[in-house]
């Protein structure tokens, strides 16, 4: 009638004191082989509670216990639970196609992504035939794929883009027109520019020979902005939503009626200023961003937060860091 017998009443060994073989949910710890042992109460799903294996709740076991903000079973960092069970504040990417159906967000989760990016975003410049965009960190440029949201590629800035370090840039923006072979990238740093040829097949870069250019929109229209002010700026090849309104016969010597191409530069104060980039090239009017209809809406990125934005083809990508 007895499992066991060592001698003992001890119930904190492999027998117990009835001389039944102990075991994970008897409701005694065995001393080395055990950190806890409720009994019926173990649980693989309470906070708190010892778990089936007798081992003591931890942070990467999938449940929010006692002093955890978060438990998403594991302890990597940058999948939006950080190592030790913390919120982590990561960047999101924020995308609208059309007013009525509003803007949607996706964390930039990078855990398990060898191409995302790990450090703060500063700035992003579309390759609008590919469906593309070089996303720029302060040291590296990043390959998002936007028809599926994956990281392609990665590397140093100064590598791919020869003069250009990373450190210094503000914005950046892309023009590729999809007749072309290539896109034309400019970086912005300040009040100086640099621009490239990514040939739209290989991505092979070659660098204007005259880099860095000087930037002096003084006589580019009424509401040019502070280039060192300029903190994201995109150019869409197209104005199918109708958000950017304007009278280009108005602003410049020229018949049309409507904005086509445009630009828009959003200032570190929140301003943005819309650029005619299909008749005039000129800064034709100035409008806190809240007013520009996508920014209106609820769920927008907040101004403060916004590190850069990119087009594609129909839709307007914004990145904001935490």
């Known amino acids: 009638t007895e499992e066991?017998?060592?001698?003992?009443?001890?119930?904190?060994?492999?027998?117990?004191?009835?001389?039944?073989?102990?075991?994970?949910g008897d409701g005694y710890i065995r001393q080395g082989e055990e950190e806890c042992d409720d009994g019926a109460l173990n649980s693989n799903t309470q906070p708190d509670a010892c778990r089936m294996d007798c081992s003591l709740p931890s942070c990467g076991d999938g449940i929010v216990d006692s002093g955890e903000?978060?438990?998403?079973?594991n302890q990597i960092e940058g999948d939006g639970c950080s190592p030790n069970c913390n919120n982590e504040s990561l960047?999101?990417?924020?995308?609208?196609?059309?007013?009525p159906?509003?803007?949607?967000?996706?964390?930039?989760?990078?855990?398990?992504?060898?191409?995302a990016p790990t450090l703060p975003i500063v700035a992003a410049a579309n390759i609008e035939t590919r469906g593309e965009a070089f996303v720029f960190t302060a040291q590296n440029y990043h390959l998002l794929d936007t028809t599926n949201l994956q990281w392609a590629e990665h590397g140093t800035v100064s590598t791919k883009f020869p003069g250009a370090t990373g450190t210094n840039l503000t914005s950046s923006y892309g023009i590729s027109w999809s007749n072309e072979e290539t896109t034309s990238i400019t970086l912005l740093e300040g009040e100086w520019s640099r621009s490239y040829?990514?040939?739209?097949?290989?991505?092979?870069?070659?660098?204007?020979?005259?880099?860095?250019?000087?930037?002096?929109?003084?006589?580019?229209?009424?509401?040019?902005p502070d280039p060192e002010n300029l903190k994201a700026i995109w150019l869409a090849l197209e104005n199918n939503e109708g958000w950017v309104t304007g009278v280009p016969?108005?602003?410049?010597?020229?018949?049309?009626?409507?904005?086509?191409?445009?630009?828009a530069?959003?200032?570190?104060?929140?301003?943005?200023?819309?650029?005619?980039?299909?008749?005039?090239?000129?800064?034709y009017e100035m409008m806190p961003l809240g007013d520009f209809p996508p920014f209106g809406l609820s769920g927008a990125p907040p101004s403060s937060n916004i590190a850069a934005a990119f087009y594609v083809s129909p839709s307007l990508y914004i990145f904001t860091n935490p």
């Open 4 to 24: 066991c017998d060592d001698g003992n009443t001890s119930n904190d060994d492999a027998c117990l004191n009835n001389c039944i073989q102990a075991s994970c």
């Open 69 to 73: 903000e978060c438990d998403d079973g």
């Open 91 to 99: 960047p999101q990417l924020y995308s609208i196609s059309s007013l």
């Open 101 to 115: 159906g509003g803007w949607t967000v996706t964390p930039v989760t990078y855990a398990g992504k060898p191409h």
């Open 197 to 224: 040829s990514v040939d739209n097949n290989t991505l092979e870069v070659t660098p204007d020979p005259n880099n860095p250019h000087h930037i002096d929109w003084s006589e580019q229209g009424a509401h040019p």
């Open 249 to 263: 016969s108005q602003i410049c010597e020229t018949q049309e009626t409507a904005i086509g191409p445009y630009a």
């Open 265 to 283: 530069g959003l200032t570190t104060g929140g301003s943005l200023h819309l650029y005619d980039a299909g008749y005039c090239w000129e800064f």
